[in-house]
């Protein structure tokens, strides 16, 4: 495990790497959930927050805090490369789960259709759109001012 960021050149470039963790080999089921568990942790964060209502809080301090941490969450809850490579035998399951669903006739719409997970999809969206619209502009920014 390494916190230190750390920047390294390739094919003429610098890159920044901002930690990182090594795990052992594992076999595809154990290895998408070790490369998935950062974006089960973010929404597992927004949920709470949001269901016990944590934001807006009462004081300014935790308010800024709240919103640090809705940025910081957002930006580096989703997976790297190295961690999907093990995702195809998931969507395999997550097909054959439809399958199932489908032969079934189980209707699972009037569920999503819910408005607890109507509530939940929009409230998510407004706290994950903000961050992601910095993140764009930063990596814009980064690409118009890279080395040619």
Do not use: C
Not at 29 to 36: E, K, T, V, Y
Not at 55 to 79: K, R
Not at 116 to 134: G, K
């Amino acid at each position: 495990m390494n916190l230190l960021p750390h920047a390294h050149e390739s094919d003429n470039y610098y890159h920044l790497r901002f930690g990182f963790v090594q795990h052992e080999k594992t076999d595809p089921f154990r290895g998408s959930i070790i490369g998935l568990s950062p974006l089960f942790a973010g929404f597992l964060f927004f949920y709470t927050t949001f269901r016990y209502e944590l934001f807006p809080a009462g004081t300014l301090l935790m308010n800024i805090l709240l919103v640090y941490f809705f940025f910081s969450i957002a930006s580096t809850m989703f997976p790297s490369r190295d961690d999907i490579r093990d995702i195809p035998i998931v969507l395999l399951i997550i097909l054959a789960g439809m399958t199932v669903l489908f032969v079934f006739n189980i209707d699972i719409v009037p569920y999503m259709r819910s408005h607890y997970v109507i509530r939940a999809v929009s409230t998510a969206n407004t706290f994950l759109l903000p961050a992601t619209l910095v993140n764009v502009n930063l990596a814009w920014i980064l690409y118009m001012t890279r080395k040619k």
